[in-house]
């Protein structure tokens, strides 16, 4: 599972969007209690300390902004 999980920023002019790589969902309770997924998506799982680096990479750059 190289570069897994990961929260790739892309570099748009027009937007800012994030494509998230992650371990796949599974786990029947978590997909149970989440409901019917459509069939052009699919569940990843990121964990906390991925989401808490880009917050703080968010923030750096709020920094750098002011």
């Known amino acids: 599972m190289d570069n897994s999980p990961t929260l790739f920023a892309t570099d748009r002019t027009d937007r800012r969007t994030y494509i998230a790589q992650g371990w796949k969902v599974t786990d029947p309770q978590a997909l149970a209690d989440i409901g ?3 069939d052009h ?4 799982e990121i964990p906390e300390d991925v989401l808490k680096f880009y ?4 923030q750096e750059e709020q ?3 002011r």
């Open 36 to 38: 019917p997924v459509p």
């Open 63 to 65: 920094e750098e902004d």
């Open 41 to 44: 998506e699919t569940l990843i």
């Open 55 to 58: 917050v703080r990479r968010y």
